[in-house]
């Protein structure tokens, strides 16, 4: 029998840009729940819902001031249960961002530990004495730009910070700080939560001898700064297994199939460390290599087989095409080759992750230098770096500010964005949005499409095409993508069941940016 999570597909909710109920321009959990039928709609199972806790917003809640309660911008713990309980009522799983890498500078932790040198949660944190000329003590870059330490002038001493100073790093090697943050997981598992997604695990711990890390070769003007060094001190490192086997553990022990997600950017080779031995890892360790593949049938037919075969014994894959971190699907690839996205990621073994907006096929937006929010793009502007154009509000309706919230958003709605709006696009048959529900029923429907095997995965000019078959009856199906803009032949005898154009193509051609499922005769 399969878990739940191999089904199913997960949408990823950025609460601050989801919906707004008492219109102070921020999204919030009443607005989530309000609006839990578009995700039935979209036919989607589970959702994530990015922080919510209690914050100062440096990092816009990845900032965790208190885990174990609801920031008052979001609401109150009574709207999660709330929340918790419409997403069951109607079959939607809830996952929660659980942030163990740091805590907001403002956490009761860390004001206990900056607070001297010998109080009994100094230790909870990272800190290290100043090197002989009063620097900080290695060359450590934060990923934010700048050095990864941060001098407490009051003691002395400096603190290590992966991110932002106001986000300093947990010592996961300090056996009271694993207790306090597993304890984390049992709140929200005994309050009903379906499962996790760990944020910034390969940063959970750092080098125990504290050595520099080393220059990287391939570093370009242009690039993020923190790329200047090759993170070997600093991430990935063996010791953060032990931990993730911890969480494990504690989410095993509850019924159910608590399900654990790992952020982990690593190459493959490194990521399937992180499904641990005999199912002591995560389930599944976020696979993020479509977004930094090239956009070329062939670069992507030799990323899935090197990422199907890499998987150790009984692993189940995984599928990402964006998330409140990196550029739109759409305006990295145009809005035609977006459709094929979609069919992609949703017609791939594995489960598929869905960011808030794809399904409407929203765009980047320009964010002029006044109403800049992220810090990442405060500390390094200019660079392309922020992350504020993919965390834009969502459209709904023609409404005000698309029906997204009565009072002035925390940043602006794309400009033609209300034209993509849910509303505007429920009814059309051809828009992004029909593509998507078409495609996740589909993949309801068709057991080869969730948990069939994928075979003969193959490139030919531009066009990338795969099999998938039904586990039951063997039926096998095509899949066949265009990833180019001129018509294609196509070998295939059987029926169409989709194309990416709406109506019904042909199984002997592919027209220009075209993607077809085809039932094999
Ligand atoms: C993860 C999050 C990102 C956040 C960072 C620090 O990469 O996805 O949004 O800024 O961790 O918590
Ligand atoms: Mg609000």
Sequence with gaps: MAAWWQGAVIYQVYPRSFQDSDGDGVGDLPGITARLDHLVHLGVDALWISPFYPSPMADFGYDVADHCDVDPVFGRLADFDRLVAAAHDRGLRVILDYVPNHTADTHPWFVASRASRTGPKRDWYVWRDPAPDGGPPNNWLSEFGGSAWTLDAATGQYFYHAYLPQQPDLNWRNPDVQAAML??????????????????????????????????????????????????????????QPAIAAMRRVTDAWPGERLLIGEAWLPIDRLMVYYGEGGTGFHLPFNFHLITTPWQAGAIAELICRYEAALPEGAWPNWVLGNHDRSRIVSRIGPEQARIAAMLLLTLRGTPTLYQGEEL????????????????EKRVPGLGLGRDPVRTPMPWQDAPQAGFTTGTPWLPLGEDHAALSVAAQAHDPRSMLSLHRDLLM???????????????????????????????????????LNLGGTAQPLEARGAPLLSTHGDYGSPSRLRPHEGLVIELD
């Design 442 to 480: 589909l993949r309801r429907r068709e057991g080869a499409l969730s948990l069939g095997p994928i075979m003969a995965v193959r490139a030919a000019g531009d066009v990338l095409r795969y099999e998938r078959q039904d586990p039951q009856d063997g039926r096998r199906l095509l899949v066949a």
């Design 183 to 240: 304890d984390v997981l049992r709140f929200w598992l005994e309050r009903g939560v379906d499962g996790f997604r760990v944020d910034a695990i390969h940063h959970l711990i750092e080098d125990a001898a504290f050595r520099d890390n080393p220059p990287n070769p391939d570093w370009r003007p242009g690039q993020s700064p923190a790329r200047r060094l090759i993170r070997a001190r600093t991430m990935d490192q063996p010791e953060l």
């Design 361 to 376: 096929g929203l765009t980047d937006v320009p964010i002029p230098p006044a109403l800049v929010q992220d810090p990442w």
